[in-house]
């Protein structure tokens, strides 16, 4: 079980996501964190059940605490519980690159990562991207230059591609192509996702 | 015929969902939720032939959460575009081949399906199997079938697939010589990104589906007639669609199988193919075994060729099965007669032109033999042989085979860098190859409604579904140009089958042709409107008049102008303009795009390893709509080419007939590494019955490519490789000879 620390709130404050009940998962969200009276985590009411933990974890620069599954990947709670569905799951076993997030600055599989893994962890998806309308420039080179065709593992080679911007603002092609090889496309538009990436290096 | 400017079509066009796409706010099938629903998962038969004697699911029925279970026994459905020669069911008894589903599981949770999946008891009696197509042929195999294991099943269909024209006795006396071969090549999964899951809940005898399908009326249409409901108490919905390649096309036994499990559960279910699931529970491409004989001139002109094969379609017949390599040649004397066959394997079916890249891989790679044999440049030899007549006697609408030649052999140098095979030395071999390609470029049935609201602003309604190819983008484009408005002023509304009119489905890249003319259609059916409305307030008559970038003029004098929302200010709901269309070719003509690809290679004397180190793929696809996303369709194309020819191929342990590699990564499915660029071009050509004179784009590329690739590894090794895929290890082997 997971240590209880910093906030809290009692269970009856959880915002059920739709549906869930059953299931007993819940998300909070980040008003309800600095509601006045959230702090003190009562015991008994937040136990939670056999094979869940709570995770605290700052998604997008909000914060969130959630119940999960210990059997749960950080991609199914990204999707599921927190409902940022721009992560795509394409093969849930590591292999595709699909659901990429980046975690502390770096780009990883969030289907191979469990989400009691997730305390304390600052994750950022293709969802915080943009600022309100205005597109990060990685994500307006992905449509100038057709990135997506499908459209599927468009959000992990735009994370994947990210996070080598955010680490090397001007690389090679070569380094692009190394950076996203990690994410497959089976459209078959590589050159196109490499293309986009490099005209993002050059439009910052 | 000359082309007219265009104002929108041709250029190089952003998708219209493009911020959708990369924000992540698309909405693909696996994204939807809804209150209560359950996920499910199926249960696969472990055996490859196997008559299940009883399913006992007492104690998955008694794990918390498990709300609905589905099985042979107690569910009676069938999937009617599962089965072309058979009566296929959505579980099926006896299983016929390791991953035939058996039953299907409805839970609180996908864990807790997992979880249900482990504790139902099936008892199998194993029947005896066969893996291997031609194995399966002789008298003796077990059989799957009743009649055997060539694929007559039912009678619907004929097998085998026979086809010829001219005289072949004829034309082999005509032959100075005649080569004989055989050429092998595997299944290959489509392997799509979006593993194939689907939605389903019942609003009391109103059923929505959910789906993620290639085609949301043909899917209505099956799902309505496996469950016997009318048509409009059935909706599909598509919005967005993670591809599919031909293995999404229609419905599938899981848009059913959820039916059924939320039917059962009085709840939503979603049920969700695991990635091994998606590998083995749909299809892949045929493989085959092909056989050629090829009569020929001195100067290496055909005179004959006839074909014998077989296709192995794994354990149920979906598809067709047939071989079509030889349509980019001028054959006058032809005979074809390939045998779809039924063995305990995974099921093959439509992947991306489904008879094409294999059966071009084999024909360009006997031509390309025989003209190494003849001591002809191969450039010479596929100029001299390209398509002039379709079937031996039709004519092509457009032919611009030649130029895709030409300029693709321009473009890569091949007359400075084509040297006899064999020829390089060194530790890095040097080799160029080519190969033609194409695809049947038809003519049917589509339908389209436009709505011009007052704002002059448009609604433009089609059925279609984007799989990735920018068939949305390319509809609002064709509605933009037709209509004479800005394509910022067009809403595109696709993908339900409550709102959208007919669609053929996204598949045999149709969609542009069958759909884009309704919306041409349709489009003039507003302007006539238009016109109507606008005539007072220009003064003119409405035939006067014209419409371009939204401006309503007069032809004989542009100056008298008038803003569109101006000219149709006396509307006050909106003007709506539809239309049905269905062309057929007129008694001898046929539509065909072509495609010339060329690429260069190295291939590692010591590995075994080859680099692609240039790919130029030239195509004759008719006037462009959309520069970008049609460039784009080529250059994946070509990488799903360089997959099969290099790497994929399912693997099937015998002693267990089980698949031993169904994920990504024992697939071997290119990534980023392995694609150079592809340098594309668009020849110069103008279909007349074409919307604008568009052909087709989706399906061509793919089809060069394997045998582009596997004539450039014989220029550089002299060594012909027979069998899909060209490994490292077979490349050693045949160059240490």
Known sequence: MDEKKGKGVSRRDFLKRVGAGSVGAAVISKGLLDAPGADAYPTEAVQPAKGRSIVSLKVNGKAYRVEVQHRQTLAEVLRDEIGLTGTRIGCDRGECGACTVIIDGRNMYSCSQLAVWMNGKEILTVEGLAKGDKLDPIQQAFIDHDGPQCGFCTSGQIMSGKALLMRNPSPTEAQARRALSGNLCRCGNYNREVEAVLAAAKAR | MAQKEFSVVGKATPRIDGFERVTGKAEYTGDVQLPGMLYARVLRSPHPHAKILSIDTSKAEKLPGVKSIVHSFNTNVQWASGGLT?????????????????????????????????????????????????????????????????????????????????????????????????????????????????????????????????????????????????????????????????????????????????????????????????????????????????????????????????????????????????????????????????????????????????????????????????????????????????????????????????????????????????????????????????????LGLGAATIRLLPDATAHVIVGVVDIGTGAKSTMAIIAAEALGIPLDQIQLASGDTDVTPYSIGESSSRTTSFTGTAVIAAAEDVRKQIFQVAAPELEAKPEELDLKNGIVFLKSDPGQKMPLAKAIRKVESEIIGRATTNPTWPEGIDGKAFAAHFCEVEVDRFTGQVRLTRYVAAHDCGTIINRLTATSQVKGGVVQGIGMAFTEELLIDRPTATPINPNYRDAKVPTHLEAPEIEVIFVDSHDPYGPFGGKCVGEPPITPSVGTIANAIFNATGKRFKELPITPDKILRAIQV
């Open chain 2, 86 to 442: 058979q009566k296929r069911m959505i579980f099926n008894n006896p299983v016929r081949y390791v991953g035939d589903a058996v039953a299907a599981v409805a839970a609180t949770d996908r864990y807790i399906a997992e979880d249900a999946l482990e504790l139902i008891e099936v008892k199998y009696e194993k029947l005896p199997y066969v893996l291997d197509a031609a194995e399966a042929l002789k008298p003796d195999a077990p059989k799957i079938y009743p009649k055997g294991n060539l694929s007559v099943g039912d009678g619907r269909v004929t097998a085998p697939i026979r086809e010829q024209w001219g005289d072949l006795e004829k034309g082999f006396k005509e032959a100075d010589k005649v080569f004989e071969d055989t050429y092998i090549s595997k299944h290959v999964n489509n392997a799509q990104m979006e593993r194939r899951v689907s939605v389903a809940k019942w609003d009391g005898a109103k059923l929505t589906v959910f789906a993620s399908t290639q085609g949301i009326s043909n899917a209505r249409g099956d799902i309505a007639k496996a469950l016997d409901l009318p048509l409009s108490r059935v909706r599909v919905v598509c919005k967005y669609m993670g591809a599919g390649f031909g293995n999404k096309n229609q419905a599938q036994d899981y848009d059913m199988m959820t039916a059924v499990l939320a039917k059962a559960a009085g709840q939503p279910v979603k049920l969700e193919f695991t990635r091994e699931d998606d590998f083995i529970g749909m299809h892949g491409r045929w493989a085959s075994e092909q056989r050629y004989k090829v009569g020929v001139k001195k100067d290496g002109t055909i005179t004959a060729v006839e074909l014998n094969a077989i296709t192995n379609m794994g354990a149920y017949r979906k598809q067709s099965g047939d071989l079509t390599g030889c349509d980019f040649y001028n054959i006058p004397n032809y005979k074809k007669v390939v045998s779809p066959t039924h063995t305990n394997t995974v099921v093959a079916a439509n992947y991306r032109a489904p008879a094409y890249p294999q059966s071009v891989y084999g024909f360009a790679s006997m031509l390309d033999q025989i003209a190494f044999d003849l001591g002809i440049n191969p450039y010479d030899m596929f100029l001299k042989n390209r398509a002039r007549l379709a079937k031996g006697k039709n004519q092509f609408s457009s032919n611009a085979i030649e130029a895709c030649i030409v300029e693709g052999a321009k473009k890569i140098g091949w007359q400075e860098k084509w040297h006899p095979a064999g020829a390089s030395k060194g530790p890095k071999l040097h080799g160029i190859g080519m190969a033609l390609g194409g695809y049947p470029f038809r």
